[in-house]
């Protein structure tokens, strides 16, 4: 089962030109453009980001704005909004990719495998057979079928479509 815990092991901190010292990521990549920081939807409550290090094409994540350690010190819209995003997430992707399966989850603090520890952050990963497969001949590197902008581009249409 350890497969299951890779997606959300990645290697996020030295991402999209923010430096790690100087504060936290998920507070930072919304106040950015969409297009520099890879947002694909901005909520009320939350947002939804590309991951820049992809487990597969199409790896997303779920965020609030607001610099919340856990589901305990979030309220309770941005809960139920954290939770209906993830699904239009996982509605746009079955649309947009047609995967066969999702790892949707939440790692809270380093020893659960969080990237980046103290900012909650709801992974949702499209799944094909075999992508476990075809990574793991690769090692480290994250080769996919797709260019960042261009997945963006592709699934913020899909979610303003929605509106
Ligand atoms: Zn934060």
Not at 86 to 91: D, I, K
Not at 110 to 118: E, F, I, L, P, Y
Request: a neutral charge; aromatic letters at 8%; hydrophobic letters at 45%.
């Amino acid at each position: 089962m350890e497969v299951l815990f890779t997606p959300w092991r990645s290697a996020y901190l030295s991402a999209g030109g923010i430096d790690p010292a100087a504060g936290c990521l998920f507070c930072a990549l919304h106040k950015q453009g969409d297009e520099d920081a890879l947002v694909v939807h901005r909520g009320s409550a939350v947002y939804v980001v590309l991951n820049r290090y992809p487990y597969t094409n199409g790896h997303l994540m779920v965020a609030p704005y607001e610099h919340r350690a856990s589901l305990g010190a979030m309220a309770g819209g941005e809960r139920r909004e954290m939770m209906d995003v993830a699904a239009a997430a996982e509605q746009v992707l079955s649309a947009e990719y047609r995967p066969e399966g999702f790892n949707i989850g939440l790692n809270l603090g380093r020893s659960a495998g969080a990237g980046v520890a103290g900012h909650a952050h709801l992974h949702v990963v499209p799944r094909w057979d075999g992508d476990t497969n075809f990574l793991t001949v690769l090692g480290g590197t994250r080769t996919i079928p797709e260019e960042l902008p261009a997945t963006r581009r592709r699934l913020a249409a899909a979610f303003a479509r929605r509106a």
